[in-house]
């Protein structure tokens, strides 16, 4: 069976944290997040006799793919038999980057471009199984750059699959992130994520209050002037209080060791600010640009890790951008 090729690629993101626990407004979790131009999802969907999916991840692929299959056609929607899903690249999964996200999002869109389905961002995330507490993944994206967004209604019973979007900012193109990714190492996720927010960790009103004025009040600011040692500041202080909120569930502020050991020195080598994306174990340094991040990332895989070894044997460390576009889409002609 012939027919175009839908290609998307999707860019991993940082969150860096969640802004209420408690829900006492009747919204509940909110955060914010950075698209980065890599890691990456990349894959590829086009009409075929039967469904197949070639590369990692498969059954996850599989079992989104037919779920989305059974929607297009209960919504009425004419599909082909099948299709051959081809996923080419995959973000590391459980270190904290939104990998399940952003793989899931991706072959649902492009499995709706292949048949002419225009999904409302609502129905892309219900379909993708995603969103259900944050909506940093879908926003960045979506869109790319910086987003904040309001958290999950929980008083009026219904499940719109995604926290609204309060804003996106652009991130200063010559900006840079190092990241630190320690090797054989996962964050928490699956059962014990579901138990952690099930009542495991709480905010009292004086940390949901800080963390807000943080970020209304010094990190958005400091974004929209390029001001990058005061967004620093907010961005690691931001991390320090989300960090020790979940501190019980993850054994400390960071996800291990090696993590802990990575800010520490990030900092230290003269980062203007750094952090734990998500549950890690994933951390990162921010940068002015690309001199300042690659003399940060050098001087790092030099420093001996909490075992003695140098950071550069335990972790993969690399200099990544913000992305500003979201996802990418294109077809390919046969």
């Known amino acids: 069976m012939k027919g175009s090729t839908i290609w998307v690629q999707a860019p991993a993101r940082l969150h860096l944290g969640m802004l209420d626990l408690e829900g006492s407004l009747k919204r509940r979790f909110g955060g914010l997040g950075i698209a980065i131009e890599w890691p990456v999802v990349r894959v590829a969907v086009r009409p075929a006799p039967v469904l197949t999916v070639r590369g990692p991840c498969a059954d996850r692929v599989r079992a989104v793919a037919e779920r ?55 129905e892309l995330c219900r379909l993708a199984g995603r969103g259900r507490r944050s909506g940093v993944g879908t926003w960045t994206y979506l869109h790319g750059g910086l987003v904040l967004e309001g958290g999950r209604r929980t008083d009026d019973g219904t499940d719109a699959g995604l926290a609204p979007l309060l804003g996106r900012y652009a991130v200063p193109p010559a900006w840079r992130f190092v990241l630190v990714i320690p090797r054989g190492s996962r964050g928490i996720h699956g059962d014990a994520e579901e138990a952690a927010f099930a009542g495991q960790v709480s905010m009292d009103a004086g940390t949901v209050g800080r963390l807000c004025r943080l970020v209304l009040l010094q990190l958005l600011p400091s974004l929209l002037e390029e001001d990058l040692l005061t967004f620093g500041r907010a961005v690691t202080e931001i991390q320090r209080i989300v960090g020790d909120v979940f501190a019980p569930v993850q054994g400390g502020r960071y996800a291990n060791p090696v993590s802990a050991a990575c800010v520490e020195a990030l900092l230290e080598l003269g980062a203007a600010g750094a952090g734990q994306s998500s549950w890690g174990p994933t951390v990162y340094g921010l940068a002015a640009d690309e001199v300042h991040a690659e003399r940060l990332a050098a001087a790092l895989r030099r420093r001996p890790g909490p075992d003695g070894r140098p950071l550069a044997e335990v972790a993969t460390i690399e200099v990544v951008a913000p992305n500003h576009q979201g996802r990418r889409i294109w077809t390919e002609d046969h």
């Open 68 to 122: 989305f299959w059974a929607a297009a056609r209960s919504a009425g929607y004419p599909t082909p038999p099948g299709a051959a899903i081809e996923v080419h690249q995959v973000i590391p999964a459980h270190v904290g980057l939104g990998s399940g996200t952003q793989l899931h999002l991706a072959v649902v869109e492009a499995l709706a471009r292949m048949i002419g389905w225009d999904l409302t961002v609502v």
